[in-house]
């Protein structure tokens, strides 16, 4: 459970950087873009492979709480959701304008039906730190302002529905293999 805590502090903790306008600016003012980036990149990488050896290692047995059955019915439609409009938030399309932080929707959305779909202390853990940092995120941009304007086109929406559709069914028809648990009929 060390590693997934851990791995959740670097990466979480480095993606809450934007988070503190000042602090970001002193960063950037005394390394220098490419060196910023290059350390977020290094931190995030080494905090995502930590979560997913230490989510994969921690027991799944100690519970906390019963799963919703509820949130497990709609998980394979939510998390659809949330991987579109984690695509659009990436992309330069209407859904992004409409939506304007549609990445921290989505994760929002993803970790939330996770978080209840599951009830032990790893799962628990992991999606409820996810939707912690997506809140403060979100909370954060909205008072900074922080929306790029641009022109929208319908090409890159085409991009986030195909895509974050594809990666859905991908994720669905996959999860018993890779997490343990069938979530969908035609899953493996």
């Keep these: 459970m060390l590693l997934l805590v851990a791995g959740l502090v670097l990466f979480l903790g480095i993606h809450l950087v934007p988070v503190f306008p000042a602090f970001r600016a002193g960063l950037l003012e005394r390394h220098g873009e490419r060196r910023y980036k290059a350390a977020f990149s290094a931190v995030s990488g080494l905090g995502f492979v930590l979560i997913v050896v230490g989510f994969a290692l921690a027991p799944r047995q100690v519970p906390l709480f019963a799963p919703s059955p509820t949130a497990i019915a709609i998980a394979p439609a939510a998390v659809a959701l949330s991987l579109v409009l984690v695509a659009a938030g990436n992309l330069r399309g209407h859904l992004r304008r409409i939506v304007q932080h549609p990445m921290l929707i989505g994760t929002l959305i993803w970790s939330g039906v996770h978080f209840l779909a599951n009830g032990d202390v790893a799962s628990t853990l992991l999606f409820g730190a996810f939707f912690a940092w997506a809140a403060i995120d979100l909370v ?23 895509g974050g559709g594809g990666l859905a069914l991908a994720a669905a028809w996959l999860h018993r ?7 969908v009929p035609f899953g493996l």
């Design 140 to 162: 954060s941009a909205i008072a900074r302002h922080a929306v790029k304007a641009f022109t929208p086109r319908l090409a890159h929406d085409v991009i986030a529905i195909v």
């Design 177 to 183: 293999i890779l997490f343990g648990v069938r979530v």
